[in-house]
């Protein structure tokens, strides 16, 4: 399994960016894609998931400013962050298992990365 994240960067507080995680080597269309983040010193905390289905589930620090997606025919995971503060700034990972799971410790499989700075 191969999960590669893009799209992250420097930004100021207050803008969007859109994140990209392109999957292979899983049957994406049947699997439950995630998004987790990781700040410095902070454990790898649960962002947002997305069943097969396209049933959605946030995690609490969202605050409805993030929206997760999915374009099965791309195998390709989206996550459009929103109202950016300087709390967001982590390390931003995609994941993908057979149900969504809010406990990263029982992911299956991760993909590398991708750096989110806000500056206030």
């Known amino acids: 399994v191969q999960l590669q994240a893009s799209g992250g960067g420097l930004v100021q507080s207050g803008d969007s960016l859109k994140l990209t995680c392109v999957a292979s080597?899983?049957?994406?269309?049947?699997?439950?894609m995630h998004w987790f983040r990781q700040a410095p010193g902070k454990e790898r905390e649960f962002v947002a998931g997305?069943?097969?289905?396209?049933?959605?589930v946030y995690g609490d620090s969202v605050n409805y400013r993030f929206l997760i997606s999915r374009d099965n025919a791309k195998n390709t995971e989206y996550l459009q962050m929103n109202s950016l503060n300087p709390e967001d700034t982590a390390v931003y990972y995609c994941?993908?298992?057979?149900?969504?799971?809010?406990?990263?410790?029982?992911?299956?499989?991760w993909g590398k990365g991708t750096q989110v700075t806000v500056s206030s």
């Open positions: 994941a993908a298992d057979r149900i969504i799971r809010r406990d990263p410790s029982l992911i299956s499989s």
């Open positions: 997305i069943t097969w289905a396209e049933s959605k």
């Open positions: 080597g899983l049957s994406f269309s049947t699997s439950a």
